[in-house]
């Protein structure tokens, strides 16, 4: 069993795609309109084009907005990056105005960062080496 699809929730499908791609890097893999303007859009890393896809999922449902707010509230990343260096990334997108909640944080063999993905959500950077 492997993980296929996940997603995190958006308010703008346009704009998460924008970031998604322009500033982090991934690349569109499908984007397939599904009416009232949302769309199947997900995205992938360039280093395994047929790996686990991120849906960028529309938060139009009604328990979005009060989950993603919870996590936020509580600093709880809604994903987690794999980075070969957490503390090149960091200055990487520091370098694009990506905003950070968290600077690299080493814990033991882990290394962590935390940043704001401008759709409402909490990613993390994470290195295990």
């Not at 703008?12 to 998604?20: K, N, S």
């Not at 303007?37 to 686990?52: H, M, N, Y």
């Not at 907005?65 to 520091?94: H, N, Q, T």
């Amino acid at each position: 069993m492997r993980i296929h699809l996940t997603s995190v929730f958006v308010e703008d499908q346009t704009a998460a795609l924008a970031f998604y791609t322009g500033v982090l890097g991934f690349v569109k893999k499908h984007d397939v309109p599904l009416g009232g303007g949302a769309r199947w859009l997900t995205v992938v890393s360039p280093e395994q084009p047929d790996g686990t896809e991120l849906l960028l999922e529309p938060s139009g449902h009604r328990a979005v907005p009060p989950y993603k707010a919870a996590l936020r509230e509580d600093g709880i990343p809604a994903a987690s990056f794999a980075v070969d260096d957490v503390a090149a990334e960091y200055e990487r997108l520091c370098g694009l105005g990506v905003v950070f909640t968290q600077e690299p944080l080493a814990m033991g063999p882990v290394t962590t960062a935390v940043f704001a993905d401008t759709c409402g959500n909490l990613i993390q950077l994470v290195h295990t080496p």
